[in-house]
């Protein structure tokens, strides 16, 4: 056995004894080793032999984003910096970066989680793995790659951008699994019909998809268009990398969680109470397996609701829903709270727009306003200013009645919308700026 995918099928008192033992030891380390984590441990009155059961791991405080930046770049690592052999950053959007550190031994146990990931997403040694994340200090490109090579299949390692490039690639080397975000594969099938290359075509069987976030419609979209099965795979750099969760390619409901290195709760984001399964909140991870960067509590900021139900591939790892926001991306327009994944649903409805669109938040006196722009099909485009307006109009009625805010549309021409390469830029809120 190259990796340890016993752990998927354990029954659950067997999952949790590994999960104590595991945490009881990382709680232990960090006390030991990370100044932050003794301080904050000490503030709440909690010692490391308090922890006797998974249940006392809600006695342990948080620890949130901003406590990273305070001790940037090293200041939360857990081992010294000879016994760190990789460093990844996720570059954020304001402030400084959050910088992560391996070991050794964290890169194996990254790999193997990364291959048990293109496993369960569909993908086994006889494939050829086409891995357009970016490859650098963000974490999807060389997560998928250490993955892929432990799992045996053979991985191109292309990273994003040089787009048409990586269509004669696909056609030559005859790719049978894309790795890339959802964003990035829409351009990518995009750039191929310009070139004649009808993606359905090539060799591809599953796509595995994640960094950003994206709706069931999305899902639906990309399989049209690409002819691939799409599977969702969640990671964050803080808590990892790629591989945290993916969902089962039999199933395509839920991603199951990697419960044997990291440990998920779902919090109520305002309160910190943690919620009963079914809940929807905010997602917390603690890592139990990890050397050089153990989180305890880290809180993601994503919001989901977990599900233990027995799923019909057999894994026994609990599944967390896929990701519906960040609670730092929800809208609030004039009071009504709307995430951009919900806009996107409404809009991949409609058969007259493509799925690229952006959203614009802007205050105007105390009141905030939402402008959707949102790119034509080749077919829907036309001159006439009658069939455009009834196109918006067709479309705010839409996000009006399904979501109650009223939004400001303006129809771009097809390509008008900047592509990305990684993880699409989907808002711009200047009330921020
Ligand atoms: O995006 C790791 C990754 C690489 C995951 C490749 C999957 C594939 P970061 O750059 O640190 O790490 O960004 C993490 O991206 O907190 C989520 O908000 C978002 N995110 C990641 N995967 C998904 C997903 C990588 N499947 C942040 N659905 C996370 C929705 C996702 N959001």
Not at 49 to 64: A, C, Q, V
Not at 216 to 234: C, H, L, N, P, S
Request: glycine residues 8%.
């Amino acid at each position: 056995m190259i990796y340890d995918m016993e752990f998927e099928t354990l029954p659950r008192e067997a999952l949790s004894a590994i999960q104590l033992r595991r945490l009881q030891a990382t709680i232990q380390r960090v006390y030991a080793t990370v100044p932050f984590y003794r301080q904050k441990f000490d503030e709440s009155g909690v010692k490391p032999g308090d922890i006797r059961s998974l249940e006392d791991l809600k006695r342990l405080p948080f620890t949130t984003k901003q406590d990273l930046r305070d001790n940037y770049p090293f200041g939360m690592f857990a081992v010294p910096m000879d016994n760190v052999v990789r460093i990844h950053a996720s570059s954020g959007t304001t402030g400084k970066p959050t910088v992560v550190g391996y070991t050794a031994r964290d890169i194996t146990t990254w790999a193997s989680m990364m291959a048990r990931s293109l496993a369960a997403g569909g993908a086994w040694q006889d494939d050829i793995i086409h891995n357009a994340y970016g490859y650098g200090l963000f974490t999807g490109g060389l997560g998928v790659h250490y993955g892929a090579e432990k799992l045996g299949a053979s991985v191109i390692p292309v990273s994003g951008g040089n787009t048409k490039r990586q269509i004669v690639i696909m056609k030559d080397f005859g790719p049978t699994i894309l790795t890339a975000t959802p964003s990035y594969t829409l351009h990518l099938a995009e750039v191929a019909t310009e070139m004649g290359v009808d993606f359905r075509n090539l060799n591809f069987k599953f796509g595995i998809f994640g960094a950003e976030p994206w709706s069931e419609r999305m899902r639906e979209e990309i399989e049209r268009k690409t002819g691939m099965v799409a599977v969702d795979i969640y990671g964050l750099s803080e808590v990892m990398g790629p591989g945290v969760a993916i969902e089962c390619h039999e199933a395509k409901k839920g991603l199951h969680i990697f419960e044997d290195h990291f440990i998920a709760e779902i919090i109520n984001p305002a309160t910190g109470e943690v919620l009963p399964e079914g809940e929807t909140g905010e997602l917390v991870f603690t890592t139990i397996t990890k050397e050089a960067f153990p989180v305890i509590r880290y809180r993601t900021r994503d919001i989901t609701s977990l599900n233990s139900e027995p799923c019909i591939c057999g894994r026994t790892l609990t599944r967390m829903n896929k990701i519906s926001g960040r609670t730092d991306d929800m809208l609030i327009i004039r009071g009504v709270n709307v995430f951009p994944s919900q806009i996107e649903s409404v809009l991949m409805e409609m058969d007259e727009v493509e799925p690229h669109y952006q959203l614009f938040v802007d205050r105007k006196g105390n009141l905030d306003t939402l402008t959707i722009n949102v790119e034509l099909g080749e077919k829907a485009f036309s001159d006439e200013v009658k069939v455009l307006q009834d196109i918006s109009q067709k479309i705010s009625k839409n996000i009006k009645d399904y979501l109650g805010v009223s939004a400001k549309v303006k129809l771009v021409e097809p390509k008008a919308i900047t592509r990305s390469e990684g993880k699409a830029v989907r808002v711009i809120d200047n009330r921020k700026i």
